[in-house]
Antibody, heavy 122, light 108 residues
Framework: QVQLVQSGAEVKKPGASVTVSCKTS????????IHWVRQAPGQGLEWMGI????????TYAQKLQGRVTMTRDTATSTVFMELSSLRSEDTAVYLC???????????????WGQGTLVTVSS | EIVLTQSPTTLSLSPGERATLSCRAS??????LAWYQQKPGQAPRLLIS???NRATGIPARFSASGSGTDFTLTITSLEPDDFAVYYC??????????FGGGTKVQIK
């Protein structure tokens, strides 16, 4: 079955960077776009950006431009999200989600990873 | 950026009762609106896509309607498993994709 398995929790100091991975299985990796969404403790959902696993093209939320980088490794069917210059407000659960439609980004999220808690604290 | 406003923030109901959740968009998103259910410690789950289409495996007690700026999610008879937070999300005009603030359906 389709699965997205994310890397484990991270604790980082302000100013550091963090990389979260999302390993996919159960489908053709290059056929579906992957989104990243984050959720601060007790808060709602915030879309961070999207990557095309086929060509590697990305679109990021304007708020995070310059601090977020999404990449992929087709050999391992894994997508990565790096967030730099971390601040306390970046403390959140980070989730990867597969797009609903094959071949083009529909903007709906069909399958989700389990989430990765990133804590930013001095 | 399209802002989605969900109401009420909290809905206190008993099992077997009907739940009606609202989502209003700051501008038209046509029918490009989805609903998700999220339980504590879990990732969201897609319930409804394109305003009214139930996702695979979603029970028929979940239904949704709307277009343009006003949308509704209805749970006809609440089961114990339905008490959770529900989010609407638009893909009518993106980036960015945006979510509503959520409605918590809690046991009365």
């Amino acid at each position: 079955q389709v699965q997205l398995v994310q890397s484990g929790a991270e604790v980082k100091k302000p100013g550091a960077s963090v990389t979260v991975s999302c390993k996919t299985s159960g489908y053709t990796f290059t056929s579906y776009y992957i989104h990243w969404v984050r959720q601060a403790p007790g808060q709602g959902l915030e879309w961070m950006g999207i990557i095309n696993p086929s060509g590697g093209s990305t679109t990021y939320a304007q708020k995070l431009q310059g601090r977020v980088t999404m990449t992929r490794d087709t050999a391992t069917s894994t997508v990565f999200m790096e967030l730099s210059s971390l601040r306390s407000e970046d403390t959140a659960v980070y989730l990867c989600a597969r797009d609903f439609v094959s071949g083009s980004p529909s903007g709906a999220f069909e399958v989700w990873g389990q989430g990765t808690l990133v804590t930013v604290s001095s | 950026e399209i802002v989605l406003t969900q109401s009420p923030t909290t809905l206190s109901l008993s099992p077997g009762e009907r739940a009606t959740l609202s989502c209003r968009a700051s501008q038209s998103v046509s029918t490009y609106l989805a609903w998700y259910q999220q339980k504590p410690g879990q990732a969201p789950r897609l319930l409804i896509s394109d305003a009214s289409n139930r996702a695979t495996g979603i029970p028929a007690r979940f239904s949704a309607s709307g277009s343009g700026t006003d949308f509704t999610l209805t749970i006809t008879s609440l089961e114990p498993d339905d008490f959770a937070v529900y989010y609407c999300q638009q893909r009518g005009n993106w980036p960015p994709l945006t979510f509503g603030g959520g409605t918590k359906v809690q046991i009365k």
